[in-house]
């Protein structure tokens, strides 16, 4: 069940009649009950059986922990059995793959592997480290658990919630009201004209670009990845600007995952605004537990390294993640090296040049990320530093992504209104800060642009958004 079918909005109907009219118990029912509906028609049986599964092991070993006079052995166990299943789940093929390399025949498990495993898994990793380290108290509410862990708006793709946060969302009244309403459906707008419009076209040409890459001159491998560097962008925070509107139409306030992130002046800001209920978590339970940054300069740039192989294992199992990983870890070393002498630099000038030459990093670390290997992706960075000519289509292969001229001015003219809106939205402090202070008429205007462009493009097929992979 797509956030883009009608039966996606059926389903949201049904859902929010009864969540506005029942009281504060029966309504968490309701709502846990159509959050496993959700969970079923976007997964399966066995994925409502994995996550549900999961909830119960980590709200059992939280109370188990919580209740033990030596709480530690517990922990381990209950902590080894979730990161153990979700890295037998993600890396199995990778591990057996790379030991047949040394001449071993082992044959991968057939598993498939629950949609949004990553986000969910992370959620109940978080709640169990916390519980341990007396953050706060075990919940005895298993229904209130049961409807964070399963919330449908984040199961797919996150964001990343805590308990503490969005137990606080969950409970007390639920009131209908516009001014809360309009905004949200707003945002719901902005994340499909994101997904629809700007995404889904920039897809054909990352996959022309991507599937021929040897063909491509350095400008048209540039192109390529400007094109996935946009594409990731309008895809997953699209996304998540959906979860945030719809949660917000519940009255549930989520984490807000992105913060333009592309008008980051370094790598390390960076990883402030992309993904930001990763970056939290990552550096909340791997870097801190590590030691963080209260040791010796050598055992912090280790920290580092290890908190971002951690991330791109997270990604993905392939040896182009782990070194996507590893080089945003190199990034904010050396960021943290030249940091001295950029502080001293802050004028207007050097900051747009920082700009650009963070969006630059970024843009070729995002060419290893949708490589099908570390090795093609290593190549097709190469090869935007080769000859290049300004023969678009004669190594573009633009049959694969064969646009009406009209088709192309939609897409030119979206990307400026997504960054337009974007640089507002970054000096302002937000999308909706940022909307709120433009002139109604321009505002206005904007919306209706918005609009229009999704009706223009929902004949259009959808796949499923790249983080679901995830």
Same mark, same amino acid.
């Given at each position: ?35 496993? %509906? ?45 990161? /153990? ?12 793959t790379n030991l047949n390399l040394l001449g071993l ?21 978080? #709640?169990?480290? =916390? ?16 409807? #964070? ?24 009244? *639920?009131?209908? =009201? ?34 021929? #890459? ?9 192109? /390529? ?30 984490? =807000? ?26 550096? =909340? ?23 971002? +192989? ?7 199992a392939g040896w182009n993640y782990i070194w996507w ?31 650009? /030459? ?29 000859v290049w000519n300004y023969q678009l289509g004669t ?21 400026? %209104?997504?960054?337009? %809106?974007?640089?507002?939205?970054? *000096? ?20 209706? #642009? ?9 004949? +259009? ?10």
């Amino acid at each position: 069940m797509s956030f883009f079918t009608f039966s996606f909005l059926i389903y949201l109907i049904i859902l929010m009649i009864p969540y506005f009219l029942l009281k504060e118990r029966p309504r968490l029912v309701w709502l846990c009950i159509m959050n496993l %509906v959700f969970v079923y028609y976007v997964g399966s049986w066995a994925m409502l059986g994995w996550l549900v599964g999961s909830i119960a092991i980590t709200y059992l070993g939280a109370r188990v922990i919580e209740s033990s006079a030596h709480k530690k052995p517990w922990f381990l166990l209950f902590l080894a059995l979730q990161v /153990g299943s979700l890295c037998v789940l993600k890396l199995q093929n990778f591990v057996v793959t790379n030991l047949n390399l040394l001449g071993l025949s082992l044959q991968p498990l057939s598993i498939i592997v629950p949609i949004g495993i990553s986000f969910f898994m992370l959620q109940l990793i978080s #709640y169990l480290v =916390d519980v341990y380290s007396g953050k706060y108290p075990a919940t005895k509410d298993f229904l209130l658990f049961t409807t #964070y862990g399963t919330f449908f708006p984040q199961v797919m793709s996150g964001p990343i919630n805590r308990w503490e946060q969005l137990r606080k969302e969950l409970i007390g009244d *639920k009131d209908w =009201d516009w001014d809360r309403i309009l905004p949200a459906l707003e945002r719901i707008a902005w994340g499909f004209f994101k997904k629809l419009v700007i995404a889904e076209r920039l897809s054909m040409i990352v996959s022309a670009s991507f599937s021929n #890459y040897q063909e491509l001159s350095g400008l048209n491998a540039l192109i /390529g990845a400007l094109a996935c560097t946009l594409q990731l962008y309008a895809d997953f925070s699209g996304y998540s600007d959906i979860a945030f509107g719809v949660a917000k139409l519940l009255d549930i306030e989520i984490i =807000d995952n992105f913060k333009t992130p592309y008008f980051s002046t370094s790598v390390q800001e960076f990883w402030r605004r992309w993904h930001i209920s990763l970056s939290t978590w990552l550096k =909340d339970y791997v870097y801190i537990p590590l030691g963080g940054s209260r040791c010796s300069k050598g055992r912090r740039y280790f920290n580092l390294m290890m908190t971002f +192989l951690v991330s791109g294992i997270w990604h993905g199992a392939g040896w182009n993640y782990i070194w996507w990983g590893l080089l945003h870890g190199f990034a904010q070393m050396v960021g943290n090296i030249t940091k001295p002498i950029r502080v001293k630099s802050e004028g207007v000038v050097i900051r747009v040049l920082r700009t650009i /030459g963070t969006f630059l990093i970024v843009m070729l670390l995002w060419v290893l990320f949708f490589a099908p290997t570390a090795m093609d992706g290593f190549r097709m960075i190469g090869k935007i530093f080769m000859v290049w000519n300004y023969q678009l289509g004669t190594d573009f292969n633009f049959h694969y992504a064969t646009f009406a001229p009209i088709v192309w001015l939609l897409l030119g003219a979206s990307l400026i %209104v997504m960054s337009v %809106v974007d640089f507002i939205a970054h *000096k302002n402090g937000g999308l909706v800060e940022g909307l709120k202070r433009l002139p109604w008429p321009i505002h206005l205007l904007i919306l209706w #642009y918005v609009i229009g462009a999704i009706t223009l493009s929902l004949n +259009l097929s959808t796949s499923e958004f790249i983080y679901m992979q995830f």
